[in-house]
């Protein structure tokens, strides 16, 4: 079935950049938007970007400037620039994409394991 795989996660020094990778794989008819999420040990889940086919993209004020979301369609992959990294974007980074797995079925919400985020101050 559908499955999101991110990779891109590293150890970095405060300032630094990274290049996020999610790849949406399996049954595929459409996806609507991904999203990429934040989540600190012991914090709950917030939302850092979105993206809708078209390209239309939103960013939560804290990585506004800093973070750019896109995707390649064709490719069914979204990635998550970030630049001048702090050490609060400290954590695991997921994936999310509404995608409807057949045209009879509905619109599912779908995550990724994740992947981490680690920027040294």
């Known amino acids: 079935q559908v499955q999101l795989v991110e990779s891109g996660g590293d150890l970095v020094q405060t300032g630094g950049s990274l290049r996020l990778s999610c790849v949406v794989s399996g049954s595929i008819a459409m996806i609507n938007v991904m999203r990429w999420y934040h989540q600190a040990p012991g914090n709950q889940r917030e939302l850092v970007a979105s993206?809708?086919?078209?390209?239309?993209?939103n960013y939560a004020d804290s990585v506004k400037g800093r973070f750019t979301i896109s995707r390649d369609n064709a490719m069914y992959t979204a990635y998550l620039q970030m630049n001048s990294l702090k050490p609060d974007d400290t954590g695991v980074y997921l994936c999310?994409?509404?995608?409807?797995?057949?045209?009879?079925?509905?619109?599912?919400?779908?995550w990724g394991q994740g992947t981490q985020v680690t920027v040294s101050s």
């Open positions: 999310n994409a509404e995608v409807r797995p057949t045209l009879t079925t509905n619109y599912l919400n779908y």
């Open positions: 993206i809708t086919p078209g390209g239309t993209t």
